[in-house]
């Protein structure tokens, strides 16, 4: 196979930075190089040492200089039935998802239609150039299946499941406790391991599934002890007290699902904004993720996260972010850390351009027990890579004549970045943005 190289500025984070002066926590080339064959990084660093490294073997290189190559961009929570429920006028989470949500996910059970969706929702990965995504699908196995076929088409690792939900929704879309096993089993056998592709168990939430579709979740969880699992948890204050309602045995709402064996290292919950001293340490204990949706969380009015008060307590809690699209309002990662940011800048806190683009990479990546495969330049990594122009727009440019350090490129990325600052995305070692402005 045809060796290639790349040329550019390269960034790639081993830990998450301290602070600001922590520059042991990534490396950094000036004029670095990532050589690719077969899909996979073969090496990265220097240019000079890369390309002598070559020795008498003929690489394709491609300069992408001035601009940055870091490793794709990782979005851990997002929907992918709701690109059209995008900017849709609610006053909160459960008024927006039955206004809404539900009866566009309804429409899911057309094949025709997951199948237009899935072409759009790649495309709009690819042009913000996210590589990777853990993605709800409806609760159609259509729905699941046109997601997966279209990332086995584009050579994406992707997470995805079927959603599973058996009451409190319309009836065009809810399944049985049965048929969610049912059909959750057969997505697993039809398309996990198949490509990049990886299942994951979704019950949507504990206000849509009825315990005995809980505990089909939890035989799933016991079946498949390697597959991720994804759900929601402490979005908004009406949602909890509705769950209180449902599970009243539960001690609270994480313990719902800590009695049906779904907290663990897999197991992403989304918002986990109004967790209790006991849910933290519960989250903790069992490796649980929280998401962090800062676009939703403000757009819906569910609340501020508190992400030090999670990752700097005696028990900390594994975090990771994510665009939530429909209920987030933007596809693009650096979009969505500058929300962020400013949800802790409220909170009193400080978020450093270091952490954003460790957390977008790397960290998303530690998060999904990923990270020997994605979220680095390291060798033998997946070649999955986005490439950043800082003086993408006019004041992007403008701005950047005034830059004199990689944490104010960073910041001014991730300030007033979107998807015109991502130059190319490559998808296991191929250009794939190039052929989407062609198109």
Not at 15 to 31: C, H, K, N, V
Not at 104 to 123: G, K, L, N
Not at 210 to 237: G, V, W
Not at 425 to 431: I, L, Q
Request: with cysteine.
């Amino acid at each position: 196979m045809t060796l290639t190289l790349l040329r550019g500025r390269t960034l790639s984070f081993t830990r998450l930075p301290d602070d600001l002066t922590d520059t042991t926590a990534f490396t950094y080339e000036s004029d670095g190089a990532v050589l690719i064959e077969n899909g996979l990084t073969v090496a990265s660093g220097a240019y000079e040492r890369v390309r002598a490294d070559l020795g008498a073997r003929e690489a394709i290189e491609i300069d992408h200089r001035p601009h940055l190559i870091l490793p794709g961009f990782i979005d851990t929570h997002l929907h992918f039935p709701q690109m059209q429920v995008i900017g849709s006028y609610a006053a909160n989470l459960l008024e927006w998802l039955n206004t809404y949500t539900f009866p566009e996910e309804c429409r899911f059970v057309e094949s025709t239609h997951a199948q237009r969706i899935a072409t759009h929702f790649f495309d709009e990965m690819v042009r913000h150039g996210t590589t990777t995504a853990v993605a709800y699908c409806s609760v159609h196995k259509a729905s699941a299946d046109a997601f997966f076929a279209e990332a086995l088409k584009r050579d994406m690792r992707m997470v995805a499941g079927k959603v599973m939900m058996d009451r409190n929704a319309p009836q065009g879309l809810l399944d049985t406790p049965e048929m969610g096993y049912d059909e959750t089993r057969a997505v697993i056998e039809q398309w996990h391991g198949k490509g990049r592709n990886h299942v994951a168990i979704t019950p949507r939430f504990a206000i849509t599934s009825t315990p005995e579709q809980m505990s089909a979740a939890q035989a799933l969880a016991r079946e498949f002890p390697d597959l991720h699992i994804q759900t929601h948890l402490s979005e908004n204050r009406d949602e909890i007290s509705f769950t209180a309602s449902l599970y009243p045995d539960a001690i609270d709402y994480t313990d719902v699902y800590a009695r049906y064996g779904l907290l663990g290292p897999k197991t992403l919950f989304g918002h986990c904004i109004h967790l209790s001293e006991r849910e933290m340490d519960a989250m903790s204990e069992t490796g649980s993720v929280a998401v962090h949706c800062p676009t939703s969380n403000l757009f819906l009015g569910s609340g501020l996260f508190p992400l030090k008060q999670l990752t700097g307590r005696a028990k900390p809690v594994r975090v990771s972010v994510a665009t939530d699209i429909g209920g987030g309002s933007s596809y693009s990662m650096l979009r969505t850390m500058d929300e962020a940011y400013k949800i802790q800048q409220i909170l009193g806190q400080r978020l450093n351009p270091f952490e954003s683009f460790y957390r977008m990479t790397l960290g998303n990546a530690e998060a999904l027990s990923l990270e020997d495969r994605i979220g680095t330049l390291a060798p033998g990594s997946d070649a999955d890579l986005v490439v950043l122009n800082v003086a993408a727009t006019p004041a992007m440019a403008l701005k950047a004549e005034v830059i004199r350090s990689l944490a104010d490129e960073l910041f001014l990325l991730q300030t007033m970045g979107d998807d015109r600052a991502v130059a190319e995305t490559y998808v296991a070692g191929k250009p794939a943005k190039a052929g989407l402005v062609a198109a």
